[in-house]
């Protein structure tokens, strides 16, 4: 963090003339969000990393915006000895969702995304050295390049997505605490765990939602901004991998005193909290945002 702290920004602190680049690879958030997106590790990792750079260059960096425009962040690259993309042999197709699910986090995340070749194709390189991820993919032939993947066409999606929700790429994030239960409400400790999280501009919050664990399923609430969204507002569902997704519920209120809620800081509150119900499959990415119209 310290490293990228030296480089980026509106002031640098590496020589004497500020020399600031544009932007920086985000290793931080590599290191971490790949095991967390393959449930190898707790969703609050990821948040604890945000938290940090907060914290570091609070100085260098506005509050949220500027870490959209200075840091590129990315799943894998031509330096890795494997590519975030796990093909089983015995059952190539079990781990494909894992795959979108991490694209999907990667661009929902603040930050400047950045897909390695080959991903839309479903290379799967795994070795002892870089080579390992460096296939040829021009070379297999004269259909190499297929815009009917599976992987392309949920990229595009994806991209879609993005484009069209500017909070996506320039809103505030705040880090969501869950709960299965309904009373006991906190940023994921668990790993295979899910990962919640909002981007909030100006009065559009749009939620993304990840369950992590490659078997089991996740029915629970999130918790959501309680001025943008009154009791029985409808969420659409604007992207998800899987192919049969629940839809989400509706906004409802749990009263002071029936939670207990530890948030993205830490706190320790009681409510009222406005939540919002969600079903995921394993391996299952939502992307969400409130309909125009509540219900009443």
């Known amino acids: 963090m310290l490293v990228i702290h030296q480089f980026i920004g509106r002031t640098t602190n590496l020589t004497d003339e500020p020399i600031g680049v544009d932007a920086a690879l985000d290793f931080p958030l590599f290191f971490r969000l790949p095991t967390v997106a393959k449930g190898l590790a707790a969703p609050f990792v990821i948040r604890d990393?945000?938290?940090?750079?907060?914290?570091?260059?609070?100085?260098?960096?506005?509050?949220?915006?500027?870490?959209?425009?200075?840091?590129?962040t990315f799943l894998d690259n031509h330096d890795m000895r494997q590519r975030f993309y796990y093909r089983?042999?015995?059952?190539?197709?079990?781990?494909?969702?894992?795959?979108?699910?991490?694209?999907a986090c990667l661009f929902g995340l603040q930050g400047i995304p950045c897909l390695y070749y080959g991903t839309?194709?479903?290379?799967?390189?795994?070795?002892?050295?870089?080579?390992?991820?460096?296939?040829?993919?021009?070379?297999?032939?004269?259909?190499?390049?297929d815009p009917t993947h599976p992987f392309y066409?949920?990229?595009?999606?994806?991209?879609?997505?993005r484009a069209e929700q500017p909070a996506l790429r320039y809103g505030r994030q705040y880090f969501r605490p869950i709960s299965g239960d309904g009373v006991n409400f906190g940023i994921s400790?668990?790993?295979?765990?899910?990962?919640?999280?909002?981007?909030?501009?100006?009065?559009?919050?749009?939620?993304?939602?990840?369950?992590?664990?490659?078997?089991?399923?996740?029915?629970?609430d999130v918790i959501v901004d309680a001025i943008l969204n009154a009791d029985q507002t409808a969420y659409s569902l604007l992207y998800s991998n899987h192919p049969q997704p629940q839809a989400p519920g509706v906004i409802s209120t749990k009263?002071?005193?029936?939670?207990?809620?530890?948030?993205?800081r830490d706190r320790v509150t009681q409510g009222p909290v406005r939540v919002l119900r969600v079903r995921l499959h394993p391996m299952e990415v939502q992307l969400l945002r409130a309909t125009a119209i509540p219900i009443h």
């Open 88 to 103: 089983n042999p015995a059952n190539p197709t079990q781990f494909d969702r894992q795959l979108t699910l991490g694209i």
């Open 255 to 264: 009263n002071a005193g029936t939670v207990q809620i530890h948030d993205e």
């Open 120 to 145: 839309e194709q479903g290379l799967h390189g795994n070795g002892n050295s870089d080579a390992a991820v460096r296939e040829a993919l021009w070379g297999n032939g004269v259909n190499a390049f």
């Open 189 to 220: 400790p668990f790993s295979p765990g899910v990962i919640a999280f909002s981007r909030i501009l100006h009065d559009q919050e749009v939620l993304v939602v990840a369950n992590t664990q490659t078997t089991g399923s996740f029915d629970g």
């Open 49 to 72: 990393m945000f938290m940090h750079r907060k914290a570091v260059e609070s100085n260098i960096l506005s509050t949220h915006g500027d870490v959209t425009n200075f840091f590129v």
């Open 153 to 161: 066409e949920a990229i595009r999606q994806l991209s879609r997505v």
